[in-house]
C-alpha cells in the first residue's frame, strides 16, 4: 500500500503541466453575447489530459524506478477517481456559485446539458464524477494499446463506427442513444450504474493491455 501511495503522489506532481495549462484555460476563457459557456466546463480538460502523461511519460519512469506494472495500475486508477472527484467539486461550485453571477446572460454549463442538474447539484456532482472517471480510465486504455497491433485496430473500428453510423439514420439514432445513456442521462442511478460498470470494464481491459506493455 506504501508503494501505491507513493506511486499516485509521483503521478499527480508529474501532471504539473496538465494543471496548469487546465487552470490557464479556465481563468482566461471567454465568452461574449447572452449565451455564454460557463468556464466551468474548461475543468475537464484536466480529464483529458492525464491520461496522456500518465501513459506516455510516467509509465516508463515509474518502472525505471522499480515500479510494478499492478502498483503503477492500480496508481492510476486512484488517481483518476481522486481527480475526478476534484474537477467535478470545482465545476459544480463554479456553476452554483459563479454562473449565477451574469445575471444578464443565459450561462450553458455541461451539467445542465447532460440533464444531471435535475437531480440538485450534489447528485449531478456524482454524476459527473463518475463521467469523467469513465473517461478517463477509457483514454488511458486507448492510449496503453497505441504501440500494438490491437491499438490500431480499435483506433480504426471507432474511427470506422463514427463515419458509417453517422450519414445512416438508423445507425445514427443507435450512436445518440449510447451518448444519451452514458452522458446525456437525467436518471442518476442508471447513469451513475453504467459508467461503473464501464469503468469496471475497461480497467479490466487495461490490466490485460498492461501485462503485455513493455518499455
Known amino acids: 500500500m506504501t508503494a501505491i501511495v507513493a506511486i499516485v503522489k509521483r503521478l499527480l506532481a508529474s501532471n504539473q503541466i496538465s494543471f496548469l495549462l487546465t487552470a490557464l484555460v479556465v481563468l482566461c476563457a471567454t465568452s461574449s453575447g447572452d449565451v455564454v459557456l460557463s468556464n466551468g466546463n474548461y475543468t475537464w480538460l484536466l480529464a483529458v489530459l492525464t491520461p496522456f502523461f500518465f501513459v506516455f511519460y510516467d509509465f516508463s519512469k515509474l518502472i525505471h524506478l522499480g515500479a510494478g506494472k499492478r502498483d503503477y495500475y492500480l496508481g492510476c486508477l486512484i488517481s483518476y477517481g481522486l481527480l475526478a472527484f476534484c474537477i467535478s467539486l470545482v465545476n459544480t461550485v463554479i456553476h452554483g456559485l459563479i454562473d449565477p ?27 459527473q464524477m463518475f ?21 490500431w485496430l480499435t483506433d480504426a473500428l471507432c474511427v470506422a463506427m463514427i463515419c458509417v453510423f453517422t450519414p445512416i439514420a438508423p445507425l445514427r439514432a443507435i450512436l445518440a442513444d449510447f451518448f444519451q445513456v452514458i452522458m446525456l442521462n437525467g436518471n442518476a442511478v442508471l447513469h451513475i450504474c453504467i459508467c461503473l460498470l464501464l469503468s469496471a470494464a475497461f480497467s479490466l481491459g487495461g490490466l490485460v493491455v498492461l501485462k503485455r506493455k513493455t518499455l
Not at 444578464?104 to 456532482?125: K, S, Y
Request: glycine share 8%.
Open 101 to 127: 453571477l451574469y445575471s444578464a446572460r443565459t450561462v450553458i454549463n455541461m451539467m445542465d446539458v447532460c440533464q444531471w442538474t435535475g437531480n440538485g447539484m450534489a447528485v449531478a456532482g456524482l454524476q
Open 131 to 151: 463521467f469523467l472517471l469513465l473517461v478517463m480510465v477509457f483514454l488511458h486504455v486507448l492510449l496503453s494499446m497505441q504501440t500494438r497491433w490491437y491499438g
